[in-house]
Every structure is written in structure tokens, then in C-alpha cells.
């Protein structure tokens, strides 16, 4: 079977065609993947990452807090940039505008401007102030008195009293036991035993009597 030159000439044209336009469509893909600056911002650093840039360029990139100071001045690099290190932003109690701005040296249109927003850190946050409360302040305790109270002055008086206490005699108990003292004086018998002397006196005196004057009746 024979083919035609023509249909080889048709088939080799096409193809021709066909890898000039995908070589066409890589040529033309290749800028959009070139010069890509990626950042990220948090509430206390900044990280960059700038990748595919003209390495027969000088391509610059600044970072700054805005209305602030720069992060990063001024910094030439070539195909690619990154921080080693992230950049520390400064401590705030409120959010923070911070810039990216990178100048490619082969194409200004691949230059680069952004801004982003750097939150407040936790513990940076002020905290919120306590409101005074209405309540009255307890009043102050009194002054303590100098004074000595009655108690103290009371304790000193205990002393002597004790002394005293222990000085007075205590009065002895009569013993039931303890002998009887011997009698000096008189004592109730003694008006009996006086009659009934009084009483012999007078029946012998009587008696006497009586005797002398019979002897004188007789005589």
C-alpha cells in the first residue's frame, strides 16, 4: 500500500503545529508561575517567602510596621528571599498594619505591595480594670487603749489577799478527844457538899446542946 506524499506532508504539519503551541503555551505559563511572594503575618512575627525571581536582576524587599519602624530595611536578593530568623514585631496593645513591598528588577510589573494585620497577642492584652464598688469600705478598726483594762488592774489586789489569806490563823478544831483539863475552880457540887456540912455542923451542935443540958437537970 502506497501514502501519498501529501498525506505526509499533512501529518508532519500538524504535528509541527501542535509542539509549537504547546512550547507556546509553557512559554507563556512561565511568567504567571514566576515571581511569587508568599508572607504570613501573626501577632508577634513575620515570616517571608519569595521564590522565581530573575536571578540577572536585582530585586529588592522592604518590611515595615505602618506608622512605625521597618522590620526589615531595605534588602537586595536575587532568584529568592527567605527569613532565617522570622521578623519580631514590636509588643502592642492594639492590632498593627504591616507592609510587604518587593520591587522585581527585571519587570516592575512583577513588583509587589501588600498590607496585613498583626492581631494583639494574648499576653499583651490589657486587662480590663476592676470598677470600684459602691459598697462602703468597712470601717477601720479602733485604736486599741493604752489603758489597762479592769482585768489587768484587778490581778495586782489578788496577791495581797492570798497573803493575807494565808497569814490569818485557822481556827483550831476542838477535839473531842483531848483530856479534860483538871478542875480549879468550883463547881456544881460544891453548894451541896457546903450544905451538908453546914447541916452535921448544926445537928452536932444541937446534939452538943442537948447533952449539956441533961447533965445540968441531973446535977
Known amino acids: 500500500m502506497t501514502i501519498p506524499r501529501r498525506s505526509w506532508r499533512g501529518a508532519g504539519a500538524f504535528a509541527a503545529a501542535a509542539v509549537v503551541g504547546l512550547a507556546g503555551g509553557v512559554i507563556s505559563a512561565a511568567p504567571a508561575a514566576a515571581h511569587t511572594p508568599t508572607w504570613a503575618v501573626t501577632c508577634s512575627e513575620v515570616t517571608l517567602n519569595l521564590t522565581a ?11 515595615s510596621v505602618v506608622g512605625g519602624e521597618d522590620l526589615l530595611a531595605t534588602t537586595e536578593f536575587g532568584r529568592e528571599y527567605h527569613t532565617k530568623t522570622p521578623l519580631q514585631l514590636p509588643k502592642h496593645d492594639k492590632e498593627l498594619q504591616v507592609r510587604l513591598v518587593v520591587k522585581a528588577g527585571d519587570d516592575d510589573k512583577y513588583s509587589f505591595e501588600q498590607t496585613k494585620t498583626a492581631p494583639v497577642c494574648e499576653d499583651d492584652e490589657t486587662p480590663p480594670q476592676e470598677t470600684p464598688s459602691e459598697t462602703p469600705s468597712e ?3 479602733e485604736t486599741p487603749s493604752t489603758e489597762p483594762s479592769a482585768s489587768e488592774t484587778a490581778e495586782p489586789s489578788a496577791e495581797p489577799s492570798e497573803t493575807a489569806t494565808e497569814a490569818a ?10 483530856p479534860d ?10 453548894p451541896v457538899i457546903g450544905g451538908a456540912a453546914l447541916a452535921v455542923l448544926l445537928a452536932g451542935g444541937g446534939i452538943l446542946w442537948s447533952v449539956r443540958k441533961r447533965r445540968g437537970v441531973q446535977h
Open 139 to 141: 470601717t477601720p478598726s
Open 53 to 63: 525571581y530573575s536571578s540577572k536582576a536585582t530585586n529588592e524587599v522592604t518590611v
Open 169 to 178: 490563823p485557822a481556827p483550831t478544831e476542838s477535839s473531842s478527844s483531848a
Open 181 to 190: 483539863l483538871a478542875e480549879t475552880g468550883s463547881s456544881s457540887a460544891t
